[in-house]
């Protein structure tokens, strides 16, 4: 079992930046991928950006290349979403996932709970 919880979210200003935290804990591996993903009010679930933890492996969205970055501490488990030139189109929940295997899909085993972006115009 893995528990990821998600923070950082809150209400920016477009142009404005966030920093998205997701802390693991449980049976983690330093081999798992982690990825984030987000959706909207009315809208599915959409990939953000993955990144393999023993690794430098990513993939980003083409909707958020060059303003948002995935990173990650394996010592502490934790993996980050850096987050710049916020547009109000960025607003969702945003989501953190994990797994043994590096996926754009929504198919991996563990998820957090979530936690609201809202970017206001």
């Known amino acids: 079992q893995v528990q990821l919880v998600e923070s950082g979210g809150g209400l920016v200003q477009a142009g404005g930046s966030l920093r998205l935290s997701c802390a693991a804990s449980?049976?983690?591996?330093?081999?798992?991928?982690m990825g984030w993903f987000r959706q909207a009010p009315g809208k599915e679930r959409e990939f953000v950006s993955a990144m393999r933890l023993n690794g430098a492996s990513t993939v980003y969205a083409d909707s958020v290349k060059g303003r948002f970055a995935i990173s990650r501490d394996n010592a502490k488990n934790t993996i980050y979403l850096q987050m710049n030139n916020l547009k109000p189109e960025d607003t969702a929940v945003y989501f953190c996932a994990a797994g043994l295997v590096f996926s754009i899909t929504s198919g991996y085993p563990y998820w957090g709970q979530g936690t609201q972006v809202t970017v206001s115009s």
């Open positions: 449980g049976r983690t591996s330093s081999n798992y991928a």
